[in-house]
Every structure is written in C-alpha cells, then in structure tokens.
C-alpha cells in the first residue's frame, strides 16, 4: 500500500537553530512529493516540491527539503528556525499512476520553535 | 493568485441534520476535492471530481456525497450527520492533470455534529 510516514508528532527546536522535519515515503516508482504548511485555523499552505533534477529543493520562507531516492525521504529542513515557523507541516506524494492529482498525506508533524 | 474559499469557517449541527459544506475556486481549476483532517491521521480524500457533473469516491466516501454543477463550485453533503463526522474539511483545487501540479487549499470548515 501507498503510504506517507511523519515519525515525529511533534519536533521543539530554540530559535536560530537549524531544524528538520522528517518525511519518508513508500510508492512505486518515482513520485512527486510535496511540503505543506498549516498555521492555526487555516488551510494549507504550499512550501516546496520535487519533480526532478536536483535533490535539493528551496522553496517558501527559507525552507528546503532533500530528496533522497535510496532512503526514500524528502526531509525539510531550515538553517535558522524563528518562532513564526512553528505550525503543523504536512508531507505528501502525489503517485504517478492514478492520474488526477492526488495526494497522499502524512499524518503531520507539529513544530515548536522556542525563544 | 489562487483563491479557494469554503462557506463556513466554524459550523455546529445535530445528529440526523443534512449539511451542505460549499467551496468555490476562481482560477478555472478542472479538478477539486474534498478532504477531512483529524488529529494523527492527517488529511483523508473523500472524494474528487475532475469536470463538472463528475466525481470519483476518495479513500473515505462512506456517509458523504458531493455535487459539482459548475466548474467553480464543489459542494459535500452530508445526508445524516453523526458525531462521527465532527472534523476539520478542507477543499482543494488543481489545474489540469498533470502530477507536479500545485494544490490549493481553501480556509477549512470546523464541523462539530452534536
């Protein structure tokens, strides 16, 4: 079965500190995969996603993300966390077969940034 | 930019009440779904359409339905709502068909069925 695994429900990190969030995946083929960020009482919000190329993904408000095909992850990352980060961020992999642009989400992983 | 809205923010019903939670796009997206969000399970499809008058069943369809009567608009129905159905429900909305397209999300509907 498809599936999205997020193993930590919850990540605290000091701010200015750097953070990663972990994400790792289990499709057939090469899927294309995506991070989402929610702030409280709102909708998702897109951050970053990898089609091809580089492994190395930057998307909004400096977050990044890292493919890597052997270990089947996409973690996100940031160099320097600031306290406005904290959110529940969401990764999720659109397969390639099924067609109509679905995603498979992750069960979420919520982010404390500290003063 | 994308503009998804969703026609409630917060809404309270009672057990056996039918409830019709709307959501409109304004980017002539083909396709549009429906989600519902719960604690530790993240997001769950429930269902999907890809044109108008179409739709396909999600991974959780059992006691929803939905009706797309213009491209724009995307509506879920609960035809008896059970406490069961208490949830967060996101709308979304995409371009076309290609897989490394971008979803949208609308604001979200906090159902609370009493």
């Known amino acids: 079965a498809q599936s999205v695994a997020q193993p930590e429900d919850q990540v605290n990190v000091a701010e200015g500190n750097p953070l990663t969030v972990k994400c790792t995946y289990s499709?057939?083929?090469?899927?294309?995969l995506f991070w989402y960020v929610q702030y409280p009482n709102r909708g998702l919000q897109f951050l970053l996603k990898?089609?091809?190329?580089?492994?190395l993904v930057k998307g909004s408000y400096g977050f990044e993300a890292e493919f890597n095909k052997s270990q089947t992850s996409f973690h996100l990352k940031k160099p320097s966390a600031l306290v406005s980060d904290s959110a529940l961020y969401f990764c999720?992999?659109?397969?390639?077969?099924?067609?109509?642009?679905?995603?498979?989400f992750g069960a979420g992983t919520r982010l404390a940034v500290h003063p | 930019d994308v503009k998804v809205t969703q026609s409630s923010r917060y809404l309270v019903k009672r057990t056996g009440e039918k409830v019709f939670l709307e959501c409109v796009q304004d980017?002539?997206?083909?396709?549009m779904f429906w989600y519902r969000q719960d604690p530790g399970l993240g997001l769950r499809l429930i269902y999907f359409?890809?044109?108008?008058?179409?739709?396909e069943k999600g991974d959780i369809p059992e006691g929803y339905s939905v009706s797309r009567e213009k491209k724009e608009r995307f509506s879920l129905i609960l035809e008896s709502a059970s406490t069961n159905q208490t949830s967060m429900y996101l709308c979304?909305?995409?371009?076309?068909?290609?897989?490394?397209?971008?979803?949208?999300f609308g604001p979200g509907t906090r159902l609370t069925v009493l």
């Open positions: 999720a992999v659109s397969p390639l077969s099924g067609g109509y642009n679905k995603l498979i």
């Open positions: 499709v057939s083929g090469n899927p294309y």
């Open positions: 990898y089609i091809t190329g580089d492994n």
């Open positions: 980017m002539d997206h083909e396709n």
């Open positions: 359409s890809y044109d108008v008058k179409m739709k």
């Open positions: 979304a909305s995409i371009t076309g068909q290609g897989t490394a397209d971008t979803q949208y």
